[in-house]
């Protein structure tokens, strides 16, 4: 199943930012055959290549994990936040999140939002380096 998402999340990525599987191989450092056999979910990428590829599209690597069904549940301003390497107070507070009470978050809760999306991501990461 993560080999799918993974391999949907390249094309994906690969579409919108209008490559060819041969020019986005060749500036990613890898084959035409090896990125297309990633698309197609037939060869799951090594960590060194997933983050290579994260490189490329300037995502983070965990966000190669979020099938199509998820994407669509975020709205822009999220996919943005999802993709970003790192995020910071400011951008969490660009979110205008409030709690279900109606009140804005506090910094200190937007600290922790941002503490457990990098505990979030580095278990993914050794989810992924344990798959290898």
Do not use: C, W
């Not at 080999?3 to 084959?31: C, D, H, P, Q, W």
């Not at 975020?74 to 390497?85: G, I, Q, R, V, Y």
């Amino acid at each position: 199943m993560e080999n799918r998402m993974i391999g949907f999340a390249v094309k994906r990525l690969r579409l919108k930012k209008n490559k060819t599987v041969e020019e986005a191989a060749k500036e990613i450092g890898i084959s035409q055959s090896y990125l297309s056999r990633i698309e197609n979910n037939s060869q799951a990428p090594s960590l060194k290549v997933i983050n290579q590829i994260a490189d490329y599209f300037n995502v983070h690597s965990s966000y190669l994990l979020f099938d199509e069904d998820s994407l669509n549940s975020f709205d822009e301003s999220e996919k943005e936040l999802l993709s970003k390497e790192n995020i910071n107070i400011d951008d969490l507070k660009k979110l205008n999140i409030v709690h279900d009470n109606g009140s804005k978050i506090t910094e200190e809760e937007l600290q922790y939002v941002i503490d457990r999306l990098k505990e979030l991501r580095s278990l993914k990461e050794s989810y992924l380096k344990d798959k290898e």
